[in-house]
């Protein structure tokens, strides 16, 4: 342990992290960072095979997204955003607004994912109550779905082990079972399933949806609930559902937006409208924090009317829209296309998936899953029975230190090891990874 790191221990403490563990793993001192590697103060590098967090997207220290932010530092650094306005946050709301589905007009800036997600669940609230419904005041949400950490946020989200702790102060919703297919919920196969595991939902909406608000859930992957990848059609019967049903249905792209999946945005690959879309991570490609709720006219004219009439949306954070950070933004979806990014990644997903399958002839490896740049591995004690490693055993943290030696991070959710690659990656550097990879799970 360096001077630095026992400073760090001695006054820091790290999120999701026991402290007890840093006395044998301090963490690590990280002094600079160019493209997909980071480096620390004894030399070594790591290669960031979860995008630090599932922000990064076009690399560290690119050129075009800190210069843009150099640039804006020299005019604007910050303002409020009530009674003023700046051109970073209106060039960016339009440009997501273009890229974007359709029926998705209006932004509301935050700056970080778990507040993009309480905005929607408080406009979609507050919706029913300024439209004559007040008794729509519940949310559905899945097992395994993740929405983030602040109380409403995780009054909708699944996870046990993140959350347990305060589960006496969440406020009540439904929860329906996952498209979970490796451990299929209603224990079908994944090739002939016609997604029956929907039906949950469907009979919860059936008797209830007079006092739901909304539907809210991750597209296409279930992220921090562990990597959980589902087919496209379940996500199109929940917006058929949603409409059928007069509740909003919220799609939380914090982690799936810009790219991850092989499109902009996971929700492209269906054809749907949703009423809300939480957007983060990505967003500013790792460089600075912001957050935006996408909505609908329908929405925002709910809460368009005189003042006495009470229907404002009282909503707001101190650094909301923050210039530098829009800057970001536009300077990373500028990288988009100069880099033509999802061209490239496109390209590359192929090869991606190929290397994968070759996990699945390690004992360990019970299921492999992968969208986009995203691939997941699930380690089971028998293959055969699907036995889970109960908790105690800590592989997660196992296969994170040989990870580590091998110059990857491979934080894992639980039992599920996952690479989340920033889409700047070339050819040699994923074959390098997943190589390192395979070899640190056959080790096990
Ligand atoms: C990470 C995440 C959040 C929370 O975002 P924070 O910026 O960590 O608050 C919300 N939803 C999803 C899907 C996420 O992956």
Redesign the pocket.
Known sequence: MNNWQKRDLKYIWHPYTQMKDCKLMPPILIEKAQGLKLYDTEGNFYYDTISS???NVHGHNHPKIKDAIKKQLDSLEHVLFAGFTHKPAIALAEKIISLAPTKLTKVFFS???????EVALKMSFQYWKNTGKPKKTKFISLDY??????FG?MSV?GIDLFNEAFSLLFFPSYKVPSPYCYRCPVAKERDTCDIDCIQALEKLLEKKSNEVAGIIL?PLI???GGMIIYPKEYLARVANLAREFNVHLIV?????GFGRTGKMFASDYVDFDPDFM?L??GITSGYL?L?LTLTTDKIYKAFYADYKLKKTFYHGHTYTANPISCSAALASLEVFEEEKTLKRTKKLIPLFKSLLKGFINLPAVGDIRSIGLIGAMELVRRKDTKEAFSIKNRIGLEVYKRGLKKNLVLRPLGNIIYLFLPLCIKEDELQDILERTYSVIKSL
């Open positions: 967090w599932w922000c700056d970080n994912g778990s507040t993009a997600v779905g993740y929405h983030g950490d602040t946020t989200s991750e279930l992220a921090s939380d792209e914090v982690a799936t939480c983060s991570k924090p957050a």
